[in-house]
């Protein structure tokens, strides 16, 4: 090949990683922002009813506690420190299998818990929802261009250290305020 040519080459393939890499954050800035709305959204106060019995209400309230408590475990089992300590990669496992087991057990950690949107507020649910696509993101981003599981968990570290805006601290935060009103 000639030299123009593999520069020309050269060239596209940057355009392209710097058009991805301008998309890609984009959208997390978009999820972020997102994020930071919808947390202040739950600053607002809850209407209950008022017509309730006071054991129903009691039984209603302990369910959304435990909704809470439910949720503050999945973000805590998602977030990407406690994800890497319980899911190390093994010796020989590439960049993709290794990406594709972290996906595999976030989404089953939400399934699992997913029945306990019908306990808590809209907001705190979108909250949660933010969450999770914000982490499944970061895992993403941190294994374009590894080879390996190891490059990949180096790779999480550095950048779920550099977040700004880390959704799962915005979720754990959200999850006590709803709670707060709740005792």
């Known amino acids: 090949m000639e030299t123009t040519t593999i520069l020309l080459i050269l060239l596209l393939v940057i355009a392209v990683v710097g058009i ?3 998309i890609v954050n984009g959208a997390l800035a ?3 922002n997102t994020v930071t709305m919808l947390a202040q959204r ?14 129903e209400k009691s039984q209603k309230e302990a369910l959304r506690l435990q909704a809470c408590e439910r949720l503050t475990l999945m973000l805590e089992r998602i977030n990407v420190p406690n994800l890497l300590l319980r899911l190390p990669p093994a010796p020989a496992a590439s960049a993709k299998e290794y990406t594709a087991s ?3 057990n976030i989404r089953q950690e939400f399934e699992y818990n997913v029945t306990q949107q019908i306990y808590v507020s809209d907001a705190l649910w979108s909250i949660m929802l933010q969450a999770r696509d914000n982490v499944s993101q970061l895992i993403v981003r941190a294994a374009e261009g590894a080879e ?3 490059q990949v968990v180096s790779r999480l570290r550095l950048m779920s250290s550099r977040q700004p805006d880390d959704a799962i601290a915005v979720g754990q935060a959200a999850i006590r305020r709803e709670a707060s009103l709740l005792l």
């Open 102 to 104: 972290l996906l595999l």
């Open 20 to 22: 991805f890499a301008y």
């Open 148 to 150: 390996t599981g190891e």
């Open 30 to 32: 978009q999820l972020n």
């Open 42 to 55: 739950l600053n607002e106060p809850v209407v209950t009813a008022g017509n309730e019995a006071s054991e």
